[in-house]
């Protein structure tokens, strides 16, 4: 059984500006049906009385936004940093059952709804600034980080987040380069640095940079079995 929980939404804005009708909306989306939709595909799991033979697999889909901070994405970035901590506190209390639990953090991924942000040459500069594949996420790199977690291949996996490769400018160097390691059998995670070279090919996976910040924009969430 699998459950991909992809909904969400942002609404990039100073954070003095924040209004509590916005503060809402994207707690109520991006945090509260996030548990929710887990906690309900949880339940539903944990009924079969073979789930330790069965297993599980329920991806939660975050941003690089839940492993650093950005201007104009405060809540954006609490909501992301909520959901790597649920990611990670699932993982240590469903992996008895044979349940795991991972996230995924993409870059900006090029979309309809992204569009519009990088015609914007200093936006568009921005972001590529600090993607060293020097490329934006297209959705099936997202999806393929996703069936590879959901798959057999993964079966040691909980709590395989990817973290943020984000260039310091001025002096190329890098901060948050992070990758949450699981301990095997444990379903435990400890944060550990990753190389450039590590990073290049996570990047190849899951897209390299920052998150998935779109205007306004909301994703679908999918359930499957």
């Not at 909904?7 to 209004?19: H, R």
């Not at 033979?53 to 909501?79: E, F, K, P, W």
């Not at 890098?174 to 949450?180: F, T």
């Not at 990073?199 to 499957?224: H, L, N, Q």
Request: hydrophobic letters at 40%.
């Amino acid at each position: 059984d699998i459950m991909v929980n992809n909904a969400g939404t942002n609404i990039p804005e100073p954070f003095v500006d924040v209004s509590e009708e916005h503060l809402d909306r994207l707690l109520d989306l991006n945090v509260r049906a996030a548990f929710i939709a887990a906690q309900s595909a949880a339940r539903k799991m944990l009924e079969s009385p073979d789930r330790k033979d069965r297993g599980g697999a329920i991806v939660n889909v975050s941003s690089q936004m839940g492993h650093i901070g950005a201007a104009n994405r405060t809540v954006y970035c609490l909501t992301k940093h909520a959901l790597e901590g649920l990611t990670k506190a699932m993982a240590v209390e469903l992996a008895p059952d044979n349940v795991r639990v991972n996230s995924v953090a993409p870059t900006f991924v090029e979309t309809p709804m992204t569009a519009p942000m990088f015609q914007r040459k200093e936006f568009s500069d921005w972001v590529y600034a600090r993607i060293p594949l020097g490329r934006l996420g297209q959705p099936q790199d997202v999806a393929a980080a996703i069936v590879f977690l959901c798959s057999p291949a993964a079966s040691m996996n909980a709590v395989a987040s990817q973290g943020a490769q984000q260039l310091t400018p001025a002096t190329g160097t890098s901060r948050a380069v992070m990758l949450a390691r699981n301990t095997p059998g444990s379903g435990v995670s400890t944060a550990v640095p990753v190389s450039w070279a590590d990073w290049m090919v996570i990047s190849a996976i899951t897209g390299g940079a920052c998150g998935s910040d779109r205007t306004r924009s909301t994703k679908s969430s999918s359930c499957g079995r």
